[in-house]
């Protein structure tokens, strides 16, 4: 017998939106724009050499051990400095032109659209999401999945990041939701699925990678979005 939800949590970034491609396009047109390729071989040079440290300090702004401007600091200045450029004026004029690039990209995850519209006469739902203030509800409403949701909840809003359990109860306040009702949604394990549990929240990791699980087994894992319709 199925579990009945009210509130369905979605992380946005690689859950809805296809954030790892859109993201890609635009650091491949900065790359020729900015003419990186005098001191990296290929863009792929370079963005191997940036995914890693960005991955990582996303980790640790996740776990409080940098801030928000130390993050965006940190993985420009890391590419940059080979270059021999180590200015953070530079360096946060080149992010905010990533971040008008990225609002532009709207390529959503497969079967997104479709899932949406098979939830929403069902369920009421909400957007739980790590990203900056300034640009998720753009590349909602240009991605065209903002009315499909009632609130977008923020770890700036919140003052806090996923994984930790107060961004969840946080949500859960500010929805009117209940934790027995409520489902999370979401792609990183560390940041939706150990934290949803964490909070007391059911959990369903979207895994297309087929990625080995942690310490436990999540109440849902599915492989594609439409998977979602078998379950709820």
């Known amino acids: 017998m199925r579990k009945v939800y009210k509130?369905?949590?979605?992380?946005?970034?690689d859950t809805l939106l296809?954030?790892?491609?859109?993201?890609?396009?635009?650091?491949?047109?900065?790359?020729?724009?900015?003419?990186?390729?005098?001191?990296?071989?290929?863009?792929?040079?370079?963005?191997d050499y940036y995914m890693p440290h960005n991955?990582?300090?996303?980790?640790k702004y996740r776990n409080h051990e940098i801030d928000r401007r130390a993050l965006i600091l940190g993985r420009l200045l890391h590419v940059l400095r080979p270059m021999g450029i180590d200015d953070e004026e530079y360096a946060l004029r080149l992010n905010r032109d990533f971040l008008e690039r990225s609002v532009k990209r709207n390529k959503i995850v497969d079967d997104a659209m479709e899932v949406l519209e098979y939830l929403r006469p069902k369920y009421?739902?909400?957007?739980?999401?790590?990203?900056?203030?300034?640009?998720q509800s753009q590349k909602l409403t240009n991605a065209g999945l903002m009315p499909y949701f009632e609130k977008i909840?923020?770890?700036?809003?919140?003052?806090?990041?996923?994984?930790?359990?107060?961004?969840?109860?946080?949500?859960?306040?500010?929805?009117?939701?209940?934790?027995?009702?409520?489902?999370?949604i979401g792609d990183c394990w560390e940041a939706d699925i150990e934290g949803a549990r964490l909070a007391g929240i059911d959990q369903l990791w979207f895994n297309p990678d087929m990625k080995p699980v942690g310490a436990f087994n999540p109440t849902y894992s599915i492989r594609t979005l439409r998977e979602i319709k078998l379950i709820l």
């Open 55 to 59: 991955l990582m300090l996303w980790a």
């Open 124 to 135: 009421r739902m909400f957007i739980l999401s790590n990203g900056f203030r300034e640009i």
């Open 153 to 184: 909840i923020l770890s700036e809003d919140a003052a806090i990041q996923k994984p930790h359990k107060a961004i969840f109860d946080y949500a859960l306040k500010n929805t009117n939701s209940r934790r027995r009702d409520s489902l999370m």
């Open 18 to 47: 296809d954030t790892a491609q859109n993201n890609k396009a635009c650091l491949e047109e900065i790359y020729a724009d900015y003419h990186f390729d005098r001191h990296y071989d290929s863009f792929e040079t370079f963005y």
């Open 7 to 13: 509130s369905l949590f979605f992380d946005l970034d």
